[in-house]
């Protein structure tokens, strides 16, 4: 295994053309033949510019084509979430609704529906608060000191925790809530996906630190300031993008979840919303559509809204390690 | 937890990410050693602990359990529940010669090479391909149709492909005028990979639109005056540029789809156990027969064959930073 990899800045290197750069282009197929005379080469040329021609007729009605399809495929299982939920009497197919608000007023008296979003931002807030909390500390420390083995334990705990992510470790978390009696218990919850998120969390935030300039903390110090200080009144604020990253990032991951909660917690007015749409039923043992897709509807809009903040404000884009 | 959610996309790029490229006016070394703010060896583990603490309690401890439990008989009820036996490779022996094992284990290679290797990679990448000089509504349009597929919980997800496929009243069979097909009873595996295609491509999307803003434009048009096709262009200009972040992006979703819990809600591993991939074969013998012990040998089989994955990938990509330095 090899350590992780150094960081690099958040600039892109850019296109710095070098030789290994240009060499690739070569390779382009040249038309091979006899050397080629003047005529010959005109012809050639007009020929060349012909087929380039109808190649972008085609390649034009392919993107088209393509296109289509993608946003066919890719809208038509959302369809249903922005009709049925308004619809007074909602079938599985998405079709035209006869346009009502009675399903949200079905769900409000619903006695688990909204205990469940409450639920659910316990759940993710704790975790949330919690990751960014502990992986900043934690971050802060490995980026400015050399602990031993320090790169290797790194790359070790985020192998891991993309491997062990609940459900091959299934078995034994159950068993250590149990002893630890935290069955049942929202606490559990949300200390088992804290321990689950944090390695990564690190791994990014320690990518964040390392690129932050050392000497405001230098500056500090000479003035007296202890390294709490430092971390409160220095740190925090230079990387708080990093932490909002995070923040936003644990808190869609817990939000979605539905192993650990469905796996650690028993009585249902602990259930958050994505363990709760499993027992939407009416009295025939139907599932009720009405209040499954209105109550998705509401579940869903905290994610998107988070998501357009953070692309608003961040760009939703690669950033950190990713460029090189 | 699960597999794809958003911005997983960046503690997975991380692990690759940078491949330290020296440059002018970046930070000296890796951020090591300038202690800037005085903390001291010490005082730094202590900031370390808290997190190391859950990481090691929930983490770590349930992985070497995992490990321990596939030597026992260990059961969630009845007399081996209370007194757990040490059972040496039983557990694995029987694993190794069940029927049900090696069917689960064929699904799961069939689900990861078709819904993640195949399925979102390409399409992630002829999206980001084709959107690569675009900008625009339509650009924005297909991002964000992609990316709302990820973002969105899989609990409401997996209902709204249930919606879509539903035998009687599903969009689909309205749209493609089969009533009566019961997508999710007649082609199960069908079902789930296509399914898994949708939720997750916008990692690969992403990451590659990423990528490819690392290829020289001037390159492509270089190949393109030259008379290359969209084929040559990508195998020799594209392709050699961007052979990193292939390898990550296929790390990544290889293992998370290999983790994914999610078809479980959409198909239980049903009908006949034909969609019975890994994680679900492990739910199902722990929780729903409780067979605790050997369920955590499934468990183990499965992690090593993560680790299996993982150092293929990894393998590959040392080779390929050796060939290039």
């Known amino acids: ?324 | 937890m699960p597999a794809t959610s958003p911005t997983d996309s960046d503690s997975g790029t991380s692990v690759n990410g940078s491949k330290g490229r020296p440059l002018a006016g970046a930070p000296a070394g890796r951020g090591g050693g300038s202690d800037a703010a005085g903390l001291g060896r010490r005082r730094a583990a202590g900031f370390v602990a808290p997190a190391m603490l859950l990481i090691i309690a929930f983490l770590l401890f349930p992985a070497l359990w995992t490990v321990y439990l596939g030597l026992t008989d260990y059961q969630l009820t009845g007399f081996a529940a209370a007194n757990p036996q040490v059972v040496g490779l039983d557990n694995y022996d029987r694993a190794l010669s069940d029927d049900r094992f090696s069917n689960s284990l064929v699904l799961t290679l069939q689900f990861v090479l078709g819904s993640a290797v195949l399925g979102q990679a390409v399409l992630g990448f002829a999206i980001a391909w084709l959107m690569r000089n675009r900008v625009g509504a339509l650009r924005r349009t297909v991002e964000a149709l992609v990316l709302l597929a990820w973002i969105l919980p899989s609990s409401v997800i997996t209902f709204l492909w249930i919606a879509l496929l539903d035998r009687d009243g599903g969009t689909l069979n309205a749209l493609l005028n089969t009533p009566g097909t019961a997508w999710l009873l007649e082609y199960p595996m069908a079902s789930i990979i296509v399914f898994n295609i949708w939720k997750g491509a916008a990692f690969s999307m992403m990451l590659y639109a990423a990528a490819l803003g690392n290829v020289p434009p001037s390159h492509l048009e270089t190949a393109r005056l030259a008379g290359a096709g969209t084929f040559q262009q990508l195998r020799d200009v594209v392709f050699p540029r961007i052979k990193g972040h292939v390898l990550t992006n296929l790390l990544l979703i290889s293992l998370w789809t290999f983790n994914d819990f999610t078809p479980f809600l959409l198909t239980a591993g049903g009908p006949e156990n034909r969609t019975e991939i890994m994680p679900v074969f492990i739910y199902r013998i722990a929780l729903e027969s409780g067979e605790l012990g050997f369920g955590a040998a499934i468990s183990v089989l499965m992690l090593l064959i993560n680790l299996v994955i993982a150092l293929v990938y990894m393998r590959l990509l040392r080779q390929r930073k050796e060939a290039s330095a």
Do not use: C
């Open chain 1, 1 to 324: 295994m090899t350590p992780p990899p150094a960081h690099s800045p958040d600039h892109a290197p850019g296109a710095v053309p070098t030789a290994s750069d240009a060499a690739p282009v070569a390779v382009a197929a040249a038309p091979a033949g006899p050397p080629p005379d003047a005529e010959h080469r005109r012809r050639e040329a007009q020929r060349a510019a012909g087929r380039a021609g109808a190649r972008k007729a085609v390649a034009g009605i392919g993107f088209y084509t393509f296109v289509s399809l993608v946003l066919a495929f890719f809208s038509l299982p959302l369809l249903w979430l922005a009709v049925a939920p308004f619809d007074a009497n909602p079938g599985l197919s998405a079709s035209l609704p006869e346009f009502t608000l009675q399903n949200f007023r079905v769900l409000w008296d619903n006695p688990y529906a909204m205990r469940s979003l409450g639920n659910s931002v316990i759940l993710a807030g704790g975790t949330g608060l919690l990751v960014v909390a502990f992986a900043a500390l934690a971050a802060y420390a490995l980026s400015r000191v050399r602990l031993p083995g320090r790169d290797m334990l790194l790359y070790v705990l985020l192998l891991l925790s993309s491997i062990v992510t609940g459900t091959a470790a299934m078995v034994p978390l159950f068993n250590l809530a149990t002893e630890l009696r935290l069955i049942d218990s929202q606490l559990g919850v949300i200390l088992v996906l804290s321990g689950g998120l944090l390695p990564s969390a690190i791994f990014i935030l320690k990518d964040f630190m390392d690129g932050t300039p050392r000497s405001y903390e230098e500056s500090a110090r000479v003035f007296g300031a202890s390294p709490f200080q430092i971390m409160r009144d220095i740190v925090v604020p230079v990387v708080r993008p990093g932490l909002a990253t995070i923040g936003v990032w644990s808190v869609a991951q817990v939000w979605g979840n539905f192993l650990i909660p469905f796996l650690l917690l028993r009585s249902p007015d602990q259930y958050p919303a994505a363990v709760v749409m499993y027992t939407f039923y009416t009295e025939g043992g139907q599932a009720n559509l009405a209040l499954i897709s209105t109550f998705s509807l509401l579940y869903s809009v905290p994610v998107i809204l988070m998501f357009l903040f953070v692309s608003s404000r961040y760009g939703f884009r690669f950033h950190g390690g990713i460029k090189r």
